[in-house]
């Protein structure tokens, strides 16, 4: 560090103190100097002697005491830098390695993403032949029903994450997913059938509806009983005990039924007549928050397929 004159010069701390030291010797020297010039004598007294002598030591002290001050602010000046460069130094340092370690996450990354995307080739092909299946026998003349295929693609997914199955293993499986949907077709006419044989119905439709439909879409069957217009749906076997699912087909029932559009639900579960009271009462907990109760005008009824048509012929309208 150093002072800078008017013409670009620079003098040390150093030479500025051996200045400062030669100046006051000046000045003592030339009073010194004038003082014997005079005809008067200059006369000490001890103590101004001794007096005098501690002035120019302390004097000298104190410019000894700046120069040192100034070295030492310098030194300072200089280990502060030193330690901003190696902060500085480490700061980069671990800029490179942090840089390097997102290189190799991304790397890693990369590897990961592309045995997804593996994964999920190898099941596309799958997947398109079962919609392909499904929809060629809509085309055929049988009832697609959106549930069913949303299941069928559901299941075909989940299995591509698990391991491949044995081709035992795969034909069974293929052939409980056939007898299920060949139960539901039956369990499906039989009971559009059972409830279209009453003698206090006359059928309106007739087919098939869908989950996430709206107002008459929602029942497989429309029928009129007594001037009152009843919505039916039938559900395949293993509903009955995940009746939670079917959640939001139920608030829009619930709000089919508050507008009027159908004055009665009726509700048909593939399963083991024990569970009919648990099901009412799980539908009217789901819909406890509506006004006017659309739940007491749902009813529910669970039967396997060798019973349903006595349970819809003795249900009371």
Known sequence: MANENNDGSTISYKQLGLLILVFVLGLITTLLLQNTKTDIQTIFTTTELIGFVLSVILSGASIVLAVSAIS?????????????????????????????????????????????????????????????????????????????????????ILSGVREKLSPEEEEKRKKEIHEKRKRYQEFHQLTLSSFSNRNDTKSVKLGHGRVGGKGEDLFDGIFTVNGQKIGLSAFEHGDSSNVNRLEGYFSEVAKCLLDKAIQQVVLVFDGDTSDQTKITDTIAELLELYKENPAAYIKVVVAPPEEVTTALSELII
């Open 72 to 156: 030492l602010g310098k030194s300072s000046e200089q280990a502060v830098i030193k330690r901003s460069d190696e902060s500085i130094r480490l700061q980069n340092e671990v800029f490179i390695r942090t840089t390097e370690a997102l290189q190799r996450i991304e790397a890693s990354t990369g590897v990961t993403e592309k045995r997804i995307e593996d994964i999920i080739s190898g099941r596309v092909g799958d997947i398109s032949h079962s919609i392909a299946e499904l929809t060629s026998k809509s085309k055929r003349g049988l009832a697609l029903n959106q549930d069913e295929l949303e299941k069928e693609i559901r299941q075909s």
